[in-house]
C-alpha cells in the first residue's frame, strides 16, 4: 500500500548480470553462467536506471541482493532490500518519504532529527578527522552506535569523497543520506547522479581503489553507462535494509534472527 498510495510501480531487474556494479568495500559473489563469468547483483540499482532512463517513472523493487564477505551481526552475504527511484521529487522530500516507510516498522519514536556526516562526529566523539580511513573507522565504532537513539536520524552532507553515485550541491558536500534507528544504519538515499562522464570515472577510480586494497577490479556495466547516455532524469533514489527493519519491529538483536536460514543454514 505504501507504493501504490504514492503511485510506485514493482519492477522486477535481473539478479543476474554479466557485468557489474563497483564499489571499493563491497565484493561481489561471482558465477558462470552460460560458460561467461557473472555477477549476482549487490543491488538493483543498475537494471533499475536502466529502466528509468526508458521513461519507466517512478518504480521500486523488493529484491534478494548478495554481498560476498559480509557476516556478522547484523550482515548475511544474501538479504533483502527495499529500492526505490522517484522522479521530480526534492532531495528533501525523498529524505521524509524513507522515514515514513520506515515508521511502517519502527514505533515510539517521534519525530526525526537530521544533522551532517561532520555535525554527527563532533557532536559523538567531539573532533572531525582529516583522514577519510580514520573517519571510516571511527564512524563504525563510535559514531554510528550513538545514532538514532531516542528519534530516527538521518545523516546527510556527506563529503564528496564519499559521493558514490550522489551528485555535489553547490556547497561542495554529497547529496546523500543515511537513516538509522538504535544505532542500526537502515537506509542509504541519493540525488541521483546523471553526468556519464564523471559517473564513469567514479567507478574507474572505485576500481583503483580495489586494487589499492589488494582487490581485482570488476568490468563497467556499459549497459547502465548507455542507460545514461539516453539521459536519466532527474530522479532520488535510496535502498532500505528490509531484513534489518525486521530486527527493530521484532526486537531482535541479530540478523539471524528474522532470517530462515542464515548463511550457516544455507
Same mark, same amino acid.
Given at each position: 500500500?505504501?507504493?501504490?498510495? %504514492?503511485?510506485?510501480?514493482? !519492477?522486477?531487474?535481473?539478479?543476474? *548480470?554479466?557485468?557489474?556494479?563497483?564499489?571499493?568495500?563491497?565484493? =561481489?559473489?561471482?558465477?558462470?553462467?552460460?560458460?561467461?563469468?557473472?555477477?549476482?547483483?549487490?543491488?538493483?540499482?543498475?537494471?533499475?536506471?536502466?529502466?528509468?532512463?526508458?521513461?519507466?517513472?517512478?518504480?521500486?523493487?523488493?529484491?534478494? !541482493?548478495?554481498?560476498?564477505?559480509?557476516?556478522?551481526?547484523?550482515?548475511?552475504?544474501?538479504?533483502? /532490500?527495499?529500492?526505490?527511484?522517484?522522479?521530480?521529487?526534492?532531495? $528533501?522530500?525523498?529524505?521524509?518519504?524513507? !522515514?515514513?516507510?520506515?515508521?511502517?516498522?519502527?514505533?515510539?519514536?517521534?519525530?526525526?532529527? /537530521? /544533522?551532517?556526516?561532520?555535525?554527527?562526529? %563532533?557532536?559523538?566523539?567531539?573532533? @572531525?578527522?582529516?583522514?577519510?580511513?580514520? %573517519?571510516?573507522?571511527?564512524?563504525? @565504532?563510535?559514531?554510528?552506535?550513538?545514532?538514532?537513539?531516542? $528519534?530516527?536520524?538521518?545523516?546527510?552532507?556527506?563529503?564528496?569523497? $564519499?559521493?558514490?553515485?550522489?551528485?555535489?550541491? *553547490?556547497?561542495?558536500?554529497?547529496?546523500? &543520506?543515511?537513516?538509522?534507528?538504535?544505532?542500526?544504519?537502515?537506509?542509504?538515499?541519493?540525488?541521483? =547522479?546523471?553526468?556519464?562522464?564523471?559517473?564513469?570515472?567514479?567507478?574507474?577510480?572505485?576500481?583503483?581503489?580495489?586494487?589499492?586494497?589488494?582487490?581485482? *577490479?570488476?568490468?563497467?556495466?556499459?549497459?547502465?553507462? $548507455?542507460?545514461?547516455?539516453?539521459?536519466?532524469?532527474?530522479?532520488?533514489?535510496?535502498?532500505?535494509?528490509?531484513? %534489518?527493519?525486521?530486527?527493530?519491529?521484532?526486537?531482535?538483536?541479530?540478523?539471524?534472527?528474522?532470517?530462515? &536460514?542464515?548463511?550457516?543454514?544455507?
Amino acid at each position: 500500500m505504501f507504493f501504490a498510495k %504514492r503511485g510506485v510501480t514493482e !519492477v522486477d531487474v535481473p539478479l543476474l *548480470s554479466r557485468s557489474a556494479s563497483v564499489d571499493a568495500h563491497i565484493d =561481489l559473489v561471482e558465477a558462470t553462467c552460460m560458460g561467461t563469468l557473472a555477477f549476482l547483483h549487490s543491488s538493483p540499482e543498475y537494471g533499475m536506471k536502466r529502466l528509468l532512463s526508458k521513461a519507466s517513472g517512478d518504480i521500486y523493487q523488493i529484491s534478494h !541482493v548478495f554481498r560476498d564477505g559480509e557476516r556478522g551481526e547484523r550482515h548475511n552475504p544474501e538479504f533483502t /532490500m527495499v529500492e526505490w527511484y522517484r522522479v521530480g521529487i526534492s532531495f $528533501q522530500e525523498m529524505i521524509e518519504e524513507t !522515514v515514513a516507510f520506515v515508521r511502517l516498522f519502527v514505533k515510539g519514536k517521534e519525530g526525526y532529527e /537530521m /544533522m551532517t556526516y561532520e555535525e554527527a562526529f %563532533r557532536k559523538t566523539v567531539g573532533e @572531525f578527522p582529516d583522514s577519510l580511513e580514520e %573517519r571510516d573507522a571511527l564512524f563504525s @565504532f563510535e559514531v554510528e552506535p550513538q545514532l538514532g537513539k531516542h $528519534q530516527v536520524t538521518v545523516i546527510a552532507g556527506f563529503p564528496k569523497e $564519499q559521493a558514490a553515485l550522489a551528485q555535489i550541491e *553547490s556547497g561542495g558536500l554529497a547529496e546523500r &543520506f543515511e537513516v538509522f534507528v538504535d544505532g542500526l544504519e537502515l537506509a542509504n538515499g541519493y540525488h541521483e =547522479l546523471a553526468d556519464v562522464q564523471e559517473q564513469r570515472e567514479r567507478l574507474e577510480e572505485g576500481n583503483k581503489e580495489r586494487e589499492r586494497m589488494g582487490k581485482r *577490479s570488476y568490468p563497467v556495466d556499459e549497459g547502465f553507462m $548507455q542507460a545514461l547516455e539516453q539521459g536519466l532524469p532527474d530522479c532520488c533514489g535510496v535502498a532500505v535494509g528490509f531484513d %534489518r527493519l525486521l530486527m527493530l519491529a521484532m526486537g531482535v538483536d541479530r540478523i539471524g534472527e528474522v532470517l530462515p &536460514f542464515p548463511w550457516e543454514e544455507a
